[in-house]
């Protein structure tokens, strides 16, 4: 039932829009007067939810290919204030609606208020016109966005950031110190465990104590990703009040959790910059490719946590299941072991790990003497980038129902 929709007008009285238009039947069958219709459909144009559907009005009488058929149709809006998308179509029993195959159809934006109906703008468009449009205008909002929410609310995530680190050990005898002790207790134990049990050494450094820079060098970017990884899952819902309020910002919820992260680890980072003035006698000049570092680092952590927090939503069990992947994905990286110890078929794997390049960047700017790998940084520059923007999208995108799951 190919149409060609000519000579459009409208008129708003009151709660209701008069349509008058030509329909033209581009197609190579004849249209039955009952058997073809023109109606209509209301959406939510924020959600783009369906609200409700018209009457079917039959066309005026049967039109053969290549001619016209007058329709004229009022489309009565609901009562309830607000905006509303309309979709106008021929329709049938047979195939359904015309739009939904591709067919153009006359879109009206509109809004009620007061009991009238007021036509912001219409057209004659396509379901794959919409698409391209909405896809053009997504692609540098999607770059531009994320980090203007950051930059717009920068002051909320400092303070509840601050608010959160305070608040995890409030009323304990070590207080804001388990923030910075917990990490430290969790390295002791591994270096225990594998410098001194199990003998595990790095490279041509035969020593415990190279075992132990070797290892916390390694541990620096994984505490900042894993900790915020570990809780991002419960992170909307442990703050579940805030998702009805509209003009909360729940996108820097993940955000809070990644800046906690990384005041771990610039504590930890000084006690390893100690450590190397009194093991090694210096700190080596490379420390200041450090920036280049941790620009993707954070990226890529936030972009993680981002989609886990807006899928921990729906999926309850998701903490526990992050919890083990993240065990699972602690010792596919070489951090308490060396990575000459696996076979050259592990390395395939290893070499798709982005937190695998990290590690190794962090250990050649802080040990080796010399600057990261630049196809691996730039590799994971590249990954970062694309996980970020994907991760507040997805985000963006499930937040509109997350007051209806919670």
């Given at each position: 039932?190919?149409?060609?929709?000519?000579?459009?007008?409208?008129?708003?009285?009151?709660?209701?829009?008069?349509?008058?238009?030509?329909?033209?039947?581009?197609?190579?069958?004849?249209?039955?007067?009952?058997?073809?219709?023109?109606?209509?459909?209301?959406?939510?144009?924020?959600?783009?939810?369906?609200?409700?559907?018209?009457?079917?009005?039959?066309?005026?009488?049967?039109?053969?290919?290549?001619?016209?058929?007058?329709?004229?149709?009022?489309?009565?809006?609901?009562?309830?204030?607000?905006?509303?998308?309309?979709?106008?179509?021929?329709?049938?029993?047979?195939?359904?609606?015309?739009?939904?195959?591709?067919?153009?159809?006359?879109?009206?934006?509109?809004?009620?208020?007061?009991?009238?109906?007021?036509?912001?703008?219409?057209?004659?468009?396509?379901?794959?016109?919409?698409?391209?449009?909405?896809?053009?205008?997504?692609?540098?909002?999607?770059?531009?966005?994320?980090?203007?929410?950051?930059?717009?609310?920068?002051r909320l995530i400092q303070a509840m950031s601050r608010r959160d680190?305070?608040?995890?050990?409030?009323?304990?005898?070590g207080d804001v110190l388990w923030t910075f002790l917990n990490p430290?207790?969790?390295?002791?134990?591994?270096?225990?465990?594998?410098?001194?049990?199990?003998?595990?050494?790095?490279?041509?450094?035969?020593?415990?104590?190279?075992?132990?820079?070797?290892?916390?060098?390694?541990?620096?970017?994984?505490?900042?990703?894993?900790?915020?990884?570990?809780?991002?899952?419960?992170?909307?819902?442990?703050?579940?009040?805030?998702?009805?309020?509209?003009?909360?910002?729940?996108?820097?919820?993940?955000?809070?959790?990644?800046?906690?992260?990384?005041?771990?680890?610039?504590?930890?980072?000084?006690?390893?910059?100690?450590?190397?003035?009194?093991?090694?006698?210096?700190?080596?000049?490379?420390?200041?490719?450090?920036?280049?570092?941790?620009?993707?680092?954070?990226?890529?952590?936030?972009?993680?946590?981002?989609?886990?927090?807006?899928?921990?939503?729906?999926?309850?069990?998701?903490?526990?299941?992050?919890?083990?992947?993240?065990?699972?994905?602690?010792?596919?990286?070489?951090?308490?072991?060396?990575?000459?110890?696996?076979?050259?078929?592990?390395?395939?794997?290893?070499?798709?790990?982005?937190?695998?390049?990290?590690?190794?960047?962090?250990?050649?700017?802080?040990?080796?003497?010399?600057?990261?790998?630049?196809?691996?940084?730039?590799?994971?520059?590249?990954?970062?980038?694309?996980?970020?923007?994907?991760?507040?999208?997805?985000?963006?995108?499930?937040?509109?129902?997350?007051?209806?799951?919670?």
């Amino acid at each position: 039932m190919k149409a060609q929709f000519r000579d459009l007008n409208l008129s708003a009285q009151d709660a209701s829009v008069s349509i008058e238009f030509t329909l033209s039947n581009t197609g190579a069958f004849e249209w039955k007067r009952d058997r073809l219709f023109v109606a209509w459909q209301f959406f939510d144009p924020e959600t783009g939810r369906f609200i409700a559907e018209g009457q079917w009005t039959p066309i005026a009488h049967d039109t053969q290919p290549g001619e016209t058929v007058p329709v004229n149709v009022t489309i009565e809006f609901p009562p309830e204030m607000g905006g509303y998308q309309v979709y106008l179509s021929t329709v049938s029993e047979d195939s359904g609606w015309a739009y939904q195959h591709g067919e153009p159809f006359i879109l009206i934006h509109a809004e009620v208020l007061d009991g009238r109906a007021c036509i912001t703008q219409h057209e004659i468009t396509s379901l794959r016109s919409l698409r391209l449009r909405s896809l053009r205008k997504a692609i540098p909002k999607a770059f531009t966005y994320p980090i203007k929410t950051l930059i717009r609310h920068r002051r909320l995530i400092q303070a509840m950031s601050r608010r959160d680190i305070l608040a995890r050990y409030r009323g304990s005898l070590g207080d804001v110190l388990w923030t910075f002790l917990n990490p430290l207790l969790l390295m002791a134990t591994y270096i225990f465990v594998f410098g001194v049990v199990l003998q595990a050494r790095f490279g041509s450094d035969r020593s415990s104590t190279g075992f132990a820079l070797y290892f916390l060098a390694g541990m620096l970017p994984w505490l900042a990703f894993s900790e915020p990884a570990g809780r991002s899952p419960h992170v909307v819902l442990e703050h579940r009040n805030f998702v009805k309020k509209l003009i909360f910002p729940l996108e820097t919820l993940p955000v809070n959790q990644v800046m906690a992260g990384l005041v771990t680890e610039v504590f930890a980072l000084g006690v390893f910059l100690i450590l190397l003035l009194v093991l090694r006698g210096g700190i080596p000049v490379t420390v200041f490719w450090l920036p280049v570092l941790l620009v993707p680092q954070v990226l890529f952590t936030l972009g993680v946590c981002w989609f886990l927090a807006a899928l921990g939503v729906y999926l309850r069990d998701l903490g526990q299941v992050i919890g083990f992947v993240l065990t699972l994905w602690f010792f596919m990286t070489p951090i308490c072991y060396p990575e000459t110890s696996l076979p050259a078929s592990a390395l395939v794997i290893l070499k798709n790990n982005p937190l695998y390049a990290l590690v190794r960047a962090y250990r050649a700017i802080l040990l080796e003497g010399h600057a990261p790998v630049a196809a691996s940084m730039a590799k994971f520059w590249a990954v970062s980038v694309i996980v970020f923007l994907l991760g507040h999208a997805w985000f963006y995108k499930l937040r509109k129902q997350f007051a209806d799951v919670i």
